[in-house]
């Protein structure tokens, strides 16, 4: 009886061992996939860590630029979210756009001259519904039809048609040009340091480094219009200033190379690196005013030059004072911080400077060089 006994435990733990180890094996996976699960949200919530914005404590010593800034940078983020960042709300969010905006601003005014310049350019674009271009209309409307081409800018300009008349042609567009691309270059450059130099200390060096060649390229294109147009009939004036700027630029930039110029506490060398750039044109300035001195058009060009000098230069006194910011720490994170003014007056002296650019532009086309 006994041995039956045991023979029927045996069997019985026989026929339960297959659903012990069933059991078993539901728990391990069940087990594995809350263990599974609790990694997956362990992950996501250390890139929510990762990639969230941080105070200026927490940065790296790198990135360590304004002390009066005190919250929502991105710090060392990958290239893919650094770059969708330019949708989201940072400290730099504004400082990105108004140049990435004012780089589309030059890019449709450089379109539009174009057409005008250059009839295949007007028939090509005249296919294409960019906005930029509506934009490019209403910044300089007085001028003429975007897309009408050389034909309306004949009409638009006196002094073509009076030159067209006379059988010459228009004087060269190249200084003109050379300018409009600079002030993209030097938007565009700025827009990708602000945007992309959180990623790393390599990379940030590298776009700081590709920020100040922006801005040095922009202050030597902006000599181009007015002194190769005012000085075209002396070409050895025009040759010796355009070379002096030329060499001015090459020796900032390559002083800028320097990394130790790239640490913050050299901000202020920076900027007087290029102050001193910016004016240096005062002595072709003194000069082309007592060669035009009696030009009729000259106080409008004074008057462009001079809210370019002062757009320049307060915008300068804000990046290098950091007001408001330094007033009320934490206030201006997101809007109205000193360099997003820096950025606006950057932008209102270009312009100007383009204003001053077509006057210089048409009065040559007007006037001609006077026979040797």
């Known amino acids: 009886m006994d041995q039956e006994s045991s023979m029927g435990a045996g069997h019985l733990q026989e026929e339960e061992a297959p659903a012990a180890m069933a059991k078993s094996t539901k728990r391990r996976g069940k087990q594995q996939r809350r263990e599974g699960g609790g990694a997956r949200k362990r992950r996501q919530q250390q890139e929510q860590q990762e990639y969230r914005l941080v105070s200026y404590e927490e940065l790296p010593e790198y990135m360590k630029e304004n002390e009066f800034i005190l919250n929502h940078y991105r710090s060392e983020w990958p290239l893919l979210h650094a770059f969708l960042s330019v949708f989201s709300w940072h400290n730099e969010t504004i400082n990105i756009w108004t140049h990435l905006l004012g780089f589309f601003l030059f890019l449709g005014l450089t379109l539009w001259h174009l057409a005008q310049y250059f009839p295949q350019v007007a028939h090509l674009i005249g296919h294409l519904s960019w906005p930029i271009s509506k934009v490019a209309e209403n910044v300089s409307s007085n001028i003429g039809d975007v897309l009408s081409g050389a034909a309306s800018f004949m009409q638009a300009s006196p002094g073509l048609a009076m ?44 776009l700081i480094r590709l920020d100040y060649t922006g801005i040095a390229v922009m202050i030597v294109v902006s000599f181009f219009p007015p002194i190769y147009y005012i000085f075209q009939c002396e070409p050895r004036w025009q040759l010796a200033y355009l070379s ?51 030009e009729p058009r000259r106080n409008v060009t004074l008057a462009y030059e001079g809210a370019m000098a002062a757009s320049y230069l307060v915008g300068t006194a804000f990046y290098l004072t950091r007001v408001p910011e330094r007033w009320r720490p934490g206030m201006f994170d997101l809007c109205g911080q000193s360099h997003q003014i820096f950025h606006l ?28």
Request: proline content about 4%.
């Open 163 to 206: 030159a067209a008349a006379a059988g010459a042609g228009p004087t060269t567009r190249w200084p003109f040009f050379v300018f409009l691309a600079g002030a993209m270059f030097c938007l565009m450059s700025s827009c990708a340091c602000h945007l992309l130099s959180c990623h790393s200390h390599r990379l940030n060096l590298f």
């Open 244 to 294: 002096a700027i030329s060499l001015a630029g090459a020796a900032t930039v390559y002083a800028l190379m320097s990394p130790r110029l790239s640490d913050a506490k050299y901000r202020a060398h920076r900027a007087l690196l290029f102050v001193g750039m910016g004016l240096s044109g005062v002595v072709p300035a003194v000069h082309a005013a007592a060669v035009n001195w009696h």
């Open 345 to 372: 007056l950057v932008i209102a002296g270009a312009l100007a400077h383009y204003g001053a650019a077509i006057v210089f532009l048409r009065v040559r086309d007007e006037m001609g060089c006077p026979a040797n």
